[in-house]
């Protein structure tokens, strides 16, 4: 049996158009309205904290995966939850049987992340500022706080579970055009930074393990991309005004749950920059919306697929002749090759999911993470480019005695991986007939996802018998209250108010550079649109272009524009000393003037060459143009001027 | 009696449950001066305080409302959670060896008590088996429960018990003998059995875990499995207690009942062979043995069971300074037994020589264990140790204080005969003395000099 006319590239194309996929440039309100866009965030940031969480190692020292003193080796295993049941991702987990590793370093690993001792108290330092934060987000600050255990089976913690709690319920954050609620705010131990992730051996190092950490939660308010990104900068920009949390790469990271009308709530896991979350969540609402799709042509052609199943057969290498690499790979590592049938599939593995990628995928992704085996993993009837010869292929077809509404898959991988990969497959194909699987996904920068887990659910809480709970007191609360930094929205309509340009405002609240710029203007009497364009540009210009040094902090600005004012030296000098002042923050702000060879000089000693030079022009012109000759003179003088009178009125002297 | 509806809420916090009458497994919202919280109102552990009600909101997590801040209550719904976990009968395969799994209580079997938030013991090991599956291609099982008790309150009442329910499950034709024992005082009951369980045709192993089976990261399922790999296919029939070798999941040890140690109050691998090497490394895929001389095992059913206590025994830690009063008061209680765990070489200060004396009169029987839980006692060094021979105690060479203490209520709990009690405690069941010490038994397994250190970095821990 052959198949000859079906187009898999035509198909897909087509499948694209149906969903009514647009790029996210494109795309309205409208577009999103249409397909029911809908997200909500996870918000993580860690706390800047001397030790981490639940014990007294250092915070926020890393080292590289390839530096550590010793491994441990450890299993997961499901538990039943309290209610007798296992929770679906562990038992996902559990057949992935993956080994783990845990690469220790012991300058910032003890007892406690090797889960080989139960917690100490809780550090106080991170629970007060994760108080400020609940209290800046409007969240009903709980009475008690209670540890809890929030099961994670992939390992990324050695116990098994995050230890988490929660301080606030409740809130809300201010947008620009809405509000946006939250639904708590928790403080919890962050997790073990992974290696890698081959076949059956997963490996993590535990530097990060266990580092305080808030996670900030909406309500599935927004929606359109935009909004997301929005309210996720806010949420990241309102912890940054505290001053109490780190920065720096993986010190903030956000889950986005997207949805569309119809669809599922869809994890995207770690996404570390807000810039990238309008591209996820747009690609993600269509890829949900395209399965939607699909189902609907897979029910429509199938109305009972109660009985729906896969067959297999196991192929001989040598009856075919495979010069795929890949499965030429395969047989050199002694592999097995095994064909399936998907009954009723033609069209729907080369259906659109998401831009560059189709319904295969999804299989191929799952094969990798739920049996191990590594991509390329399998190859398919509807391929864009044939990866089996067509002969190869129609002999296959044979062997399995396929239909021609059929689709049919070739997977390969290690003996003992198979029995799971069959299952996997066909669970897969099982759930395009359900709808979009539950599932939390892993992005790309390219604004794609893979999948990464099944989605957890609230099954896997339990209470934390190691540690007891710990009362909030009205008056602890009330005094860590006392002096919280304004509201980012007030700061936004402030920035505003003082005239300085929006695109800075980015830059500004996440170095938290407010009180900074209110401290010019205010002490100093600086012009607020020249300070908060100092510090948006320039200071972003140099921190892109030139080292920073060690004890470089932003309040040396304050004192450098304090020491021009006080020297009745004009600020346009700040833009030469910034960067030497960025590199060697130490050096006294004399010498970067000597240094930049800047000498002070009255004002008439600058103007008084003008008549010579006008002269000197004169002979060397090439042309008789009065502009060229004022921006000539200015030319000669700019450096001699810099810093001893404004430009512009130079400028005007030299007009005259 | 009927249903308590506000679980371990006492005073104030019982007080506000009534007055609104929101019940614990109740939906409520609460009304509070920090806000509104909904959710259900759960159980409180009896020894937190009556200032807080504990709720568990929408997303899993449980919080705890201040009553002081509670304006207004109100239950929406009700429903009771019930925490069964489903006991599954285990499969039979002819063919396999059968075990048997005595539970005894502990951390290997325990799960979360919402009364005290602590962990009880409660899996039974039908429960513990639906957990473990993979234990059916190891053996056939069968369970019974016999006591739940930590494994503090285990006491020689149990140790008989045990040691009689060992023999009749030896004579009913089991294969080997799997007891499932919380981990704090494993070694006091696995000298116990050694002494009193003799002469076994098959192996009796003891294990725990360290970290509780309900959470992901057991050692439960993999001891589980060691212990009924030791149990059915090996060919040790001693008194053994099986537990992690290195705290990662990859082998287990096997060590002698009287010569094992609990070294960290939580490591997964705490339990140490002192004074000697352990007897062997089990996995999944069988016993290795790192001793070549050991106790095969044996068709026959040949086993003496000595289920003897005398609970008048007391153990002394000696510390500088200690006063002779602490030896008179015991004496004075009618104790019939003391180890004292000396200093050094086996040690105590002259002012207790009197009390000794007294003691020795009253026909209290003495013996010198050291601190250093390494090395022999002896007491030819110094003249201390000469002068408290010559008072009556006795040098009980390299025994561990904790199985001195259990040999000496075993031997006192058949005789009172200076003479035979003395040949009872120095002659060794099974290694609680040893002719000798190997020198790498010490530094091989315990870590610390730079070539484990090298070691560590190489191999996993």
Same mark, same amino acid.
């Given at each position: 049996m052959t198949q000859t006319d079906f187009d898999p590239a035509a198909n897909y194309e087509q499948t694209k158009r149906e969903a009514g996929y647009v790029p996210r440039k494109e795309a309205t309100q409208e577009t999103y309205d249409r397909i029911g866009f809908m997200s909500g965030l996870e918000v993580h940031q860690q706390l800047l904290t001397k030790e981490k969480l639940f014990c007294h190692c250092p915070g926020g020292i890393y080292n590289e995966d390839h530096i550590f003193d010793a491994e441990v080796i450890r299993h997961m295993r499901p538990t039943l939850s309290e209610l007798g049941e296992y929770d679906g991702t562990a038992l996902m987990e559990f057949k992935t049987r993956k080994n783990i590793i845990y690469r220790v370093k012991n300058e910032t690993t003890c007892t406690y992340e090797v889960d080989d001792t139960p917690p100490f108290p809780v550090n106080r330092e991170a629970l007060d500022i994760s108080i400020r934060i609940s209290l800046l987000s409007k969240l009903n600050i709980v009475g008690e706080v209670h540890i809890t255990r929030k099961q994670y089976l992939d390992g990324s913690i050695p116990t098994g579970f995050q230890r988490t709690a929660i301080i606030g319920v409740e809130g809300e954050i201010p947008l620009k055009h809405k509000k946006v609620r939250l639904i708590q705010l928790s403080l919890e131990e962050d997790s073990c930074r992974e290696i890698s992730d081959v076949g059956h051996w997963r490996i993590y190092k535990t530097d990060r393990l266990g580092m305080p950490l808030i996670e900030t939660v909406t309500y599935p #308010?927004? %929606?359109?991309p935009d909004e997301v990104k929005e309210a996720c900068d806010y949420i990241r920009f309102l912890a940054r005004s505290t001053g109490n949390v780190r920065t720096g790469i993986g010190s903030g990271r956000q889950d986005v749950n997207v949805s569309c009308r119809g669809g599922t709530r869809v994890e995207i896991k770690g %996404?570390?920059?807000?810039?990238?979350?309008p591209e996820l969540t747009h690609n993600e609402c269509f890829r949900q919306w395209s399965l939607l799709l699909l189902r609907e042509k897979l029910l429509k052609a199938m109305p009972d697929f109660s009985g729906w199943k896969i067959h297999h057969e196991a192929l001989h290498f040598h009856s075919f002749k495979f010069t795929h690499p890949p499965i030429v790979q395969a047989k050199k590592a002694k592999d097995r090759l095994i064909a399936v049938n998907l009954p009723g599939f033609q069209g729907a593995l080369s259906h659109f999911t998401q831009p560059g990628k189709m319904f295969a995928d999804e299989i191929s992704d799952r094969l990798k993470v739920i049996a191990c085996i590594e991509k390329p993993n399998m190859t398919h009837s509807e391929a864009f480019e044939a990866e089996i010869s067509r002969q190869d292929f129609d002999k296959i077809r044979e062997i399995l005695g396929a239909a021609p509404e059929d689709a049919q898959i070739v997977v390969w991988g290690p003996a003992e991986d198979i029995p799971t990969a069959l299952e996997t497959i066909e669970e897969r194909c099982l759930m395009a007939f359900r709808g979009i699987p539950n599932e939390t996904r892993k992005s790309f920068i390219d604004g794609t996802t893979i999948f990464e887990r099944v989605l957890p659910g609230a099954d896997r809480m339990y209470p934390d018998t190691d540690s007891p709970p710990i009362p909030l007191e009205d008056q602890h609360i009330s005094r860590l209250g006392e002096d919280l930094p304004d509201e980012v929205i007030d700061r936004y309509h402030q920035f505003r108010k003082w005239d300085i340009p929006e695109d800075t405002y980015t830059y500004l609240f996440r170095n938290n550079l407010y009180p900074e710029i209110k401290r010019i203007v205010e002490e100093l009497g600086v012009k607020p649109s020249f300070a908060g364009t100092f510090f948006g540009h320039r200071l972003k210009f140099v921190e892109g272009h030139y080292t920073r040094g060690r004890e470089f902090h932003y309040g040396l600005i304050y004192d450098l524009f304090r020491f021009l004012l006080d020297r009745e030296l #004009?600020?346009?000098l700040t833009r030469k000393m910034l960067p030497l002042l960025y590199e060697h923050p130490k050096m006294d702000f004399e010498s970067i003037l000597t240094s930049l060879k800047f000498k002070k000089i009255p004002k008439q000693d600058i103007v008084s060459p003008i008549p010579f030079l006008r002269t000197k022009y004169a002979q060397i012109r090439y042309r008789d143009d009065r502009e060229a000759e004022g921006r000539w003179i200015m030319g000669q003088l700019h450096t001699m001027a810099l810093g001893n009178m404004a430009l512009a009125e130079l400028g005007k002297i030299v007009k005259q | 009696m009927s249903e308590d509806f506000f679980q371990g809420y006492k005073g104030d916090a019982l007080e506000i449950l009534k007055k609104f009458s929101v019940r614990v497994w109740g939906q409520a919202s609460i009304n509070t001066t920090r806000g509104v919280f909904r959710g259900t109102i759960l159980p409180r552990s009896e020894n937190d305080d009556d200032q807080h009600i504990v709720m568990k909101i929408p997303t899993g997590y449980n919080v705890g409302i201040d009553i002081r801040t509670v304006t207004d209550m109100q239950e929406t719904g009700y429903k009771k959670a019930v925490y069964k976990i489903p006991e599954k009968e285990f499969p039979y395969s002819p063919g396999r060896p059968n075990v048997k799994l005595i539970g005894t209580g502990g951390t290997i079997a325990s799960r979360l008590d919402y009364r005290t938030g602590a962990v009880i013991p409660a899996f039974s090991p039908g429960e513990l088996y639906g957990a473990v599956p993979e234990l059916a291609d190891i053996c056939n099982l069968t369970t019974e429960k016999i006591f739940a008790v930590f494994s503090e309150n285990m006491g020689p009442e149990q140790y008989k018990k045990l040691a009689v329910v060992i023999g009749q499950e030896i004579e009913k034709g089991a294969d080997g003998i799997v007891i499932g024992h919380g981990t704090d005082t494993l070694h006091h009951t696995a000298a116990a059995l050694t002494f009193m369980v003799q002469n076994a045709p098959v192996p009796i192993v003891l294990v725990g875990s360290q970290r509780s089976s309900d959470r992901p990261s057991s050692d439960a399922a993999l001891n589980l499995m060691h212990a009924c790999t030791a149990a059915g296919h090996g060919d040790i029939a001693e008194v053994m207690v099986c537990m992690f070798g290195p705290t990662s999941d990859e082998y287990g040890f096997l060590h002698r009942g009287t010569r094992v140690r609990k070294m960290h109050s939580s490591y997964r691998s705490t339990f140490r062979t002192l004074g000697d090497t352990p007897l062997a490394t089990v996995t999944r895929k069988g016993v290795k043995p790192i001793k070549p001389l050991y106790n095969h095992r044996r068709k026959d059913r040949n086993v003496s069971i000595l289920p003897y206590f005398e609970e008048k025994v007391a153990i002394i830690y000696y510390y500088p300074n200690m006063q002779p009063d602490m030896i008179d008061s015991l004496v004075e209680n009618g104790y019939r037994g003391i180890v004292i765990a000396g200093t050094g070489l086996g040690h105590v200060n002259k002012p207790l020589y009197p009390a000794i004396v007294r003691a020795a009169e009253k026909g209290v029987h003495m013996y010198m264990t050291v601190q250093t839980l390494w090395g022999y006692v002896h007491m030819f060094v110094y003249d201390t140790g000469r002068d408290l021979m010559a008072k009556g105690i006795i040098p009980a060479e390299n025994m561990l204080p904790e199985a001195a203490y259990i040999k000496l209520g075993w031997a006192l709990g058949q005789t009172d005969d200076p003479q035979e009690v003395r040949r009872l405690m120095l002659t060794p069941v099974n290694d609680e003395i040893t002719p000798r010490e190997p020198y790498n038994g010490y530094l091989v397994y315990q870590g610390g000099v730079p070539e484990v250190e090298e070691f560590i970095r190489k191999f996993h821990k």
């Open positions: #308010d927004m %929606v359109n %996404v570390s920059h807000t810039r990238w979350i #004009d600020l346009a | -």
